[in-house]
């Protein structure tokens, strides 16, 4: 692959909903640039894109894909993201290093949720944007009704700039508006516009020039003069409020059939900006706090932004990267900003799908990979060492889906940790941690399929077997009233005996408060060598509580008095006295039980609010408030976590696959009694059965 100077580079991200023919367009633009000689099929699973053992199987994108295609003397960097909803990490690090983003529509189901959620995460970066009605050959495919979906949803203005010719069955091709041609077929062959499409060109055409006149004061005087604006003087005015976010220019064709591909790609390099012409970077001194910026040309201080890890099975671990300015260079060494370490970098190479291209350097602008960093995560900056810099990273969303996971063997339990931080490193929506209150080890993530599919993971990359399960809540038990207790351990077995004899008063704290130890002797009665062994014994007893064995958090714990004995005494004895203080205070000092409450923010269609509000009621939950937003309902509500352990699966149910939702931890909150009694029998069933 040539190199290309920065103005001839274009980062584009491919968004949509899922099934809209992300990866197929991806495809598509391979054959057309000439990567490839045969167009690959996602169901075949023979595409560049999809090649991932599970992503073959399951006929959908699970990562980002980088997709160079060169066209036109300009080099595109497609990054073709997933679809569903689980893998919103991939789509979140795409769209953090890409200048525009091309959002598709399947020409049948229009604007969908994902649609939404990806509009907005574009709007987040302030991405310019095109949009490309595809499928325009499926059964009802209506190029005007998904124009006027986004009308509805959206601010911007959305203009026209081709009309299909045909569709569903007859779909052929279409008209390029600007240069008022037709082009048919896959290979785009250009001839005169039909007598079908003739209806109503006109006022297409006038919005479509309107639209770019009001881009420059030239313009629109010559417009209003009644002049005509020429071909590039439309397309200049365009790219000016493409790039204002002000117009997003429509399109259309259909990926599989490979009609409209040839125009499209035109439209990239046309359209979205370069590197060069987005400009500086703002990135910030670690030394100083202060904001610097970086211009985007081989000159200027190295800014590279790790975006994406990828466990390899051949070069182990890829990180792939944006040059934001400067030049990376294979068998150089550069310096990482957060770990404070220097980094060796061997080979760099250009990805396609899984190929890897060996390259010398990666230019400004431009995105590559580089193999077996050492101590580089996700929205890591590389940069020299003296001029250190921090780039903003991503932002991943926090998971919403727990499972409590298990080795099946004792050869998977050796290496489970090890191999599932590997996968935590790649996908930073995923989080592993251990639950000290229940034992388990926990891994989250943004759905049911994105845990079972790392659980598939782990197994296929690195060997390791486990099984998932819903993960225990973490409850707490916790006191209500004051109570104080004798703790007297004594044991004589002939010589030296132990002795130790506390007394412990118990008090409520406010919640979140934890465990507090005073120590209120006077007078010796407990010698200090041996109060310190009290509040260990008592920190070790708390953690099996006395009503169903969990944790026993806010309260105080007061040693006020005790005895002891000169020979038989020892901070064992001591300890043993705490236990003993502790399970004869705490059951009368009114203990309850907790559980964690969490804060949920809900996104649904409308006509699914009612359905929604019922099933959050019979699972505890209490609204906070509610909002419209674009034909959409953002419900907030406080629930506990044990009626939303599998809540992901069941909105997904609810609203047909159309809602989303954001759960975070609150706060603990007092069980009801009538729930709080369950728990404790079956926490005493569990007890029996061990």
Known sequence: MKEYQTVQLRNVALLSHGSAGKTSLAEAMLFNTGAINRLGNVNEGTTVSDYDEEEIQRHISLSTSLIPCEWDGHKINVLDTPGYLDFVGEIKGAIRVVDGALILLDAASGVEVGTDLVWGYADEQRLPRLVFINKMDRENANFQRCLDALKEKYEADF????????SQDDFEGLVDLIAMKAYTGSKAEEGEIPASVQEGIDDYRLHLVEAAAESEDELIVKYLEGEELTEEEIRRGLKARIADGSVVPVLCGSATANI???????????????????????????ATGEEEALEPNELAPLAVLAFKNLADPYVGQLTYFRVYSGL????SRVFNSRSGKEERIGQLYILRGKDQIPVDRIRTGDIGAVAKLSTTSVGDTLCDEGHPIVLPPPIFPKPVFSAAVHPKTKADLDKMSTTLARLAEEDPTLHVAR???TNETILSGMGESH???AARRLYQKFGVSITTSVPKVPYRETITKVASAQGRHKKQTGGRGQFGDVFIRFEPLPRDSGFEFTDEIRGGSVPNSYIPAVEKGLKEILQKGVLAGYPTTDFRAALYDGSYHSVDSSEIAFKLAAHLAFKKGIPDAGPVLLEPIMEVTITIPEEFTGDVLGDLNSRRGRVQGMDQRRGMAIITAQAPLAEMQRYATDLRSITQGRGIYAMEFSRYEKVPSHA?????????REAEKE
Do not use: F, H, R, W
Request: with cysteine.
């Open 451 to 453: 845990v079972n599919i």
């Open 159 to 166: 203009i026209p700039i081709q009309l299909s010719i045909g």
């Open 328 to 331: 990376m260079e294979s068998d």
């Open 435 to 437: 639950e000290p209150s």
């Open 676 to 684: 709080a009694q369950k728990i404790i029998e079956e926490a005493q």
């Open 260 to 286: 409209g591909i040839q125009p499209l790609l035109q439209a990239c390099i046309e359209y979205l900006p370069s590197p060069a012409e987005v400009g500086e970077t703002v990135g910030t001194n670690p």
